[in-house]
T-cell receptor, first 119, second 111 residues
Framework: DVKVTQSSRYLVKRTGEKVFLECVQD?????MFWYRQDPGLGLRLIYF???????EKGDIPEGYSVSREKKERFSLILESASTNQTSMYLC??????????????????FGPGTRLTVL | DAKTTQPTSMDCAEGRAANLPCNHS???????VYWYRQIHSQGPQYIIH???NNETNEMASLIITEDRKSSTLILPHATLRDTAVYYC????????????FGKGTSLLVTP
């Protein structure tokens, strides 16, 4: 089974702090994603990465950066946390290489989520 | 990606089949139907996907109408642990990376 793990289930930080959320997958997937989920807004894509050291902005990248130094690990960084970044953060991974189009490997597998509260 | 329409909520008695409908009348030829679910305070979980044939796995069955404009996810013997929000997503493998989860159907399985 695919396993995606996230460094923390719950996190409380103060405004202005630098926050690191880490995600690790054990299935050698090329693609990794960071979403945030808020009531009434659904899941929104922050960033994704299709290869080591490669990244692309999603729908809401402002206030966030990412790092992917190894294939299995994808980090989300909040440079200076703000209260409007209080949310559930979800990491996902998928196998599809960027140039292929196979639905079976397009499936995304999610981690358990990190509920971040910024005070 | 095509838009999907799902009922807001459904109830199902434990042990009975749960049939969750999804309308995707604007689906195009290369778009697949995916189902995910999200149990409260957990990450979404992939259930099943299909293109035009019916599909079955250890979790569920997916029935897609011949015109592909709608589909039904079937949980054959619902348990209390199946209480979750179920999302129907239509996506082409080449249409980008993000999944549009929409609002989904909140399924409550009762004893």
């Amino acid at each position: 089974d695919v396993k995606v793990t996230q460094s923390s289930r719950y996190l409380v930080k103060r405004t202005g702090e630098k926050v690191f959320l880490e995600c690790v997958q054990d299935m050698d997937h090329e693609n990794m994603f960071w979403y945030r989920q808020d009531p009434g807004l659904g899941l929104r894509l922050i960033y994704f990465s299709y290869d080591v050291k490669m990244k692309e902005k999603g729908d809401i990248p402002e206030g966030y950066s990412v790092s992917r130094e190894k294939k299995e690990r994808f980090s989300l960084i909040l440079e200076s946390a703000s209260t409007n970044q209080t949310s559930m953060y979800l990491c996902a991974s998928s196998l599809t290489p960027r140039t292929s189009g196979h639905a079976s490997t397009d499936t995304q597998y999610f981690g358990p989520g990190t509920r971040l509260t910024v005070l | 990606d095509a838009k999907t329409t799902q009922p807001t909520s459904m109830d199902c008695a434990e042990g009975r089949a749960a049939n969750l409908p999804c309308n995707h009348s604007t689906i195009s030829g290369n778009e697949y139907v995916y189902w995910y679910r999200q149990i409260h305070s957990q990450g979404p979980q992939y259930i099943i996907h299909g293109l035009k044939n019916n599909e079955t796995n250890e979790m569920a069955s997916l029935i897609i109408t011949e015109d592909r404009k709608s589909s039904t996810l079937i949980l054959p013997h619902a348990t209390l642990r199946d209480t979750a929000v179920y999302y129907c997503i239509v996506k082409s493998p080449n249409s980008g990376y993000a999944l549009n989860f929409g609002k989904g159907t909140s399924l409550l399985v009762t004893p």
